[in-house]
């Protein structure tokens, strides 16, 4: 854990610190905004199970408001026509849709946030607990973890972690039991320590 503690504080002595804080800066933003966008959010973070982060922002930046708009029919044959590899999942995204006009409103009326992270596994198909606390990072909370497999690729590496042969909840509870300790060693936030590590793992910052 020591030499990911050093690199991470490597980066914090750079120009990364910077951009790690205006993404942050941007996340808190987007959680005060209107049910809507965060809905929107909800639809990019579908987007992106077993699928590459910078299309899904492509493809979320193309779509954007039609999220709210579009029949599932035509939502599909518009992820078909960017490229998405799994349009079928328009239908998820049709099914959450009812949310989209309250989903602020839900948002805040959890108190702890693996109590608002069980409700979304639950309720909005197509989102596991790294879709889940992906789209919680996104829209401004701090202290759960994206475990996807860059992290687990590093955390592995570093021997922090076994590779899990499948990412049940309690395994993935228990990468951010670790992600946790260390987060806690460089006095970071889970959310700022993911884009640390994402940074060391892929060389970018995205979202």
Same mark, same amino acid.
């Given at each position: 854990?020591?030499?990911?503690?050093?690199?991470?504080?490597?980066?914090?002595?750079?120009?990364?610190?910077?951009?790690?804080?205006?993404?942050?800066?941007?996340?808190?933003?987007?959680?005060?905004?209107?049910?809507?966008?965060?809905?929107?959010?909800?639809?990019?973070?579908?987007?992106?199970?077993?699928?590459?982060?910078?299309? $899904?922002?492509?493809?979320? +930046?193309?779509?954007?408001?039609?999220?709210?708009?579009? $029949?599932?029919?035509?939502?599909?044959?518009?992820?078909?026509k960017?490229?998405?590899?799994?349009?079928?999942?328009?239908?998820?995204m049709?099914?959450?849709?009812?949310?989209?006009?309250?989903?602020?409103k839900?948002?805040?009326?959890?108190?702890?946030?693996?109590?608002l992270?069980?409700?979304?596994?639950k309720n909005i198909?197509?989102?596991?607990?790294?879709? /889940?606390s992906?789209?919680?990072?996104?829209?401004?909370?701090?202290?759960? /973890?994206?475990?996807?497999?860059?992290?687990?690729?590093?955390?592995?590496?570093?021997?922090?972690?076994?590779?899990?042969?499948?990412?049940?909840?309690?395994?993935?509870?228990e990468?951010?039991?670790?992600? +946790? +300790?260390?987060?806690?060693?460089?006095?970071?936030?889970? /959310?700022?320590?993911?884009?640390?590590?994402?940074?060391?793992e892929?060389?970018?910052?995205?979202k």
């Amino acid at each position: 854990m020591n030499k990911l503690v050093n690199d991470v504080k490597a980066l914090q002595k750079g120009t990364v610190k910077k951009k790690v804080d205006k993404r942050i800066a941007e996340f808190k933003a987007l959680g005060k905004k209107a049910s809507s966008e965060l809905y929107k959010e909800l639809c990019f973070c579908t987007l992106t199970a077993n699928f590459d982060a910078e299309k $899904s922002i492509r493809i979320q +930046k193309k779509i954007c408001d039609n999220f709210l708009k579009l $029949s599932e029919k035509d939502l599909e044959k518009e992820l078909r026509k960017q490229g998405y590899r799994y349009p079928n999942r328009a239908a998820y995204m049709l099914e959450s849709r009812k949310h989209s006009g309250n989903l602020k409103k839900t948002i805040q009326s959890f108190k702890e946030e693996n109590g608002l992270r069980e409700w979304l596994v639950k309720n909005i198909k197509g989102l596991g607990f790294k879709e /889940a606390s992906h789209f919680m990072r996104n829209v401004g909370f701090g202290n759960v /973890a994206i475990i996807d497999f860059h992290i687990v690729d590093l955390l592995v590496k570093e021997g922090l972690v076994e590779r899990p042969k499948t990412m049940t909840k309690k395994r993935y509870l228990e990468i951010e039991a670790v992600l +946790k +300790k260390l987060a806690a060693k460089l006095k970071l936030s889970l /959310a700022e320590l993911d884009l640390y590590l994402w940074f060391l793992e892929t060389g970018k910052i995205l979202k």
